[in-house]
């Protein structure tokens, strides 16, 4: 059975750094991209950009370059999502994805999201 | 980037009746594009990828069309259930992006 674990939920401060996880199970870790979408409260959905664990090969959607990075570790089956300095504006619900090659759909099961929230 | 514009924003339709979601590509995107469902509180979950294929489990009455710029969701008969909102993907290149929704109410 396919599945996609993230972590728990996170209160932090603005400018405290956060790294959130997503652990795949029940396929082939390094074989498939994982994705990561931002949804805000009461907003649709964002896609912020992909990596492939079997080599790091990362991309960002050009509105998050630069204000996240995504990386992996396939010793552990996990990705990550990380952000240096928080800001209030990053409080939303983040998803991690399976996707079977870049140019394809994220498949289900998703995570079950992380909710991130950031307040002074 | 391209930009997916979703119609209408709000949509109110009885149960039993039929409801047709839209949504526009602002280039071609050939038939790369899919459907999703989410329900509050619950992760997305994919209805329809390749413009018309269903995904494993998703029940006939859901059906896409549609190629290059303009596609249609369509739910024949609306269940309880498929009361949620809805949003359009393009995966036409590795820049994905979303649709902004449409939430599917009832009236």
């Known amino acids: 059975e396919v599945q996609l674990v993230q972590s728990g939920a996170e209160v932090k401060k603005p400018g405290e750094s956060l790294k959130i996880s997503c652990k795949g199970s029940g396929y082939s870790f390094t074989s498939n991209w994982i994705g990561w979408v931002r949804q805000m409260p009461g907003k649709g959905l964002e896609w912020m950009g992909i990596?492939?664990?079997?080599?790091?090969?990362?991309r960002y959607s050009p509105s998050f370059q630069g204000q996240v990075t995504i990386s992996a570790d396939k010793s552990i089956n996990t990705a990550y999502l990380q952000w240096s300095s928080l800001k209030a504006s990053d409080t939303a619900m983040y998803y991690c994805?399976?996707?079977?090659?870049?140019?394809?759909?994220?498949?289900?099961?998703w995570g079950q999201g992380t909710l991130v929230t950031v307040s002074s | 980037e391209i930009v997916m514009t979703q119609s209408p924003a709000t949509l109110s339709v009885s149960p039993g009746e039929r409801a047709t979601l839209s949504c526009r590509a602002s280039q071609s995107v050939s038939s790369n594009l899919a459907w999703y469902q989410q329900k509050p509180g619950q992760a997305p979950r994919l209805l329809i990828y390749?413009?018309?294929l269903r995904a494993t489990g998703i029940p006939a009455r859901f059906s896409g069309s549609g190629s290059g710029t303009e596609f249609t969701l369509t739910i024949s008969s609306l269940q309880s259930e498929d009361f949620a909102v809805y949003y359009c993907q393009q995966y036409n290149n590795w820049r994905i992006t979303f649709g902004q929704g449409t939430r599917l109410e009832i009236k």
């Open positions: 994805a399976r996707q079977t090659a870049a140019t394809s759909p994220p498949s289900d099961p």
């Open positions: 390749g413009a018309s």
């Open positions: 990596i492939y664990p079997g080599d790091s090969d990362t």
